[in-house]
């Protein structure tokens, strides 16, 4: 393997686990039952840039780019869904019956 391929790979390998880093951040929302101090716009930020980097890499055909920032835009997105989805649980069950 040449040397470029294998940093491709290592590289590449890296980006995913990277982009699937703020899976770490719903699982600690979800045992909280809280989104905490998750600022949405920071995902949706990172969900914004991996979708450009996404259809850059679409564009010149380069796999190694473009798997590693699905990933990261699937987790952002997850990351944003969740976050939403327990700031409506959150208020419902502070503004519902006292």
Do not use: C
């Amino acid at each position: 393997m040449s040397p470029e391929t294998m940093l491709t790979v290592v590289a590449s390998s890296f980006g995913i686990v990277m982009g699937a880093s703020p899976l770490l951040q719903i699982r600690k929302m979800l045992a909280e039952h809280s989104r905490g101090q998750v600022w949405i716009g920071y995902f949706a930020i990172l969900a914004l840039g991996s979708t450009l980097w996404g259809s850059y890499a679409v564009s010149i055909h380069n796999i190694a780019v473009f798997i590693p920032n699905v990933v990261a835009g699937v987790a952002a997105v997850a990351t944003i869904v969740v976050a939403v989805n327990l700031r409506r649980v959150n208020d419902v069950v502070l503004v519902g019956p006292q």
